[in-house]
C-alpha cells in the first residue's frame, strides 16, 4: 500500500514504511523503518525512532527522541512524552547469544494512555486504557485502565480521569466523568 500523499514527511526525515495513515506529520531526522504501521492524523517529533514490526494507531502524538522498537503495539489516541523508551528484549545479548525478533516479548499500549517524559517500558506489559505513566518512570509490570503510576520501578499512586485530571476518593473528575473499580487487577471503568 503506497504511503498516503496527505502524510507529509520533512525531508530530512527517513520514512521506509509504506503503512502510513493520511494527515500523519513525520518531523525532522525522525526515521520510520520498513514494516512499521503508523495510523492517521499522528505526528512524529524529531529524532524519533519507529522500528519495523512496530504498530501506532490514529491520533498518536510521539515527542522527540521516543523509540518504538518492534513487537510494540500503540492504540489510538496515545501520548508517548520526549525520549521515553520502549524495550523488545527482556535479555539482551550481542553476538553469539543474540536472540532472533521471535523471541523478543509483545508490548501493549491501550487506548488513550500517556506515558511520560523520559519514561522506560519494559517489554511484555500492557498499559491500561487512560493510564499515565509519570516522568522517569520504569515500567516493569502492567499498568490498569486509569491507574497514574510512577518510580522506578512505578507503582501506583492514584487513578486518573480520560482527560488527564487526578479523581478524588469517590473516583469522581471536576470535569464530571465518574468511574467505579472494574475486576481485580483492571483497573477503573466509566459510569
Known sequence: MPRDPSSFVHETALCEAEDVGPRTRIWAFAHVMKGA????????????????????GDRV?????????????????????????????????????????EQFSD????????????????CGVTLGEYCMVGAGAVVTKDVASYALVAGSPAVRIGWVCACGETLDEAFACGCGRRYALGETGKGLLPR
Open 107 to 122: 508490548t501493549l499500549v491501550r487506548k488513550g494512555a500517556t506515558v511520560g517524559a523520559g519514561a522506560t517500558v519494559v
Open 37 to 56: 504501521q503508523v495510523g492517521a492524523d499522528c505526528n512524529v517529533g524529531d529524532h524519533a525512532f519507529i522500528e519495523g514490526g512496530a504498530r501506532l
Open 61 to 101: 502524538t510521539v515527542k522527540n527522541a521516543v523509540l518504538v522498537w518492534d513487537r510494540v503495539t500503540v492504540e489510538d489516541d496515545v501520548f508517548l512524552g520526549p525520549n521515553a523508551v520502549f524495550t523488545n528484549d527482556l535479555r539482551p545479548r550481542s553476538g553469539p547469544y543474540k536472540r532472533g525478533a
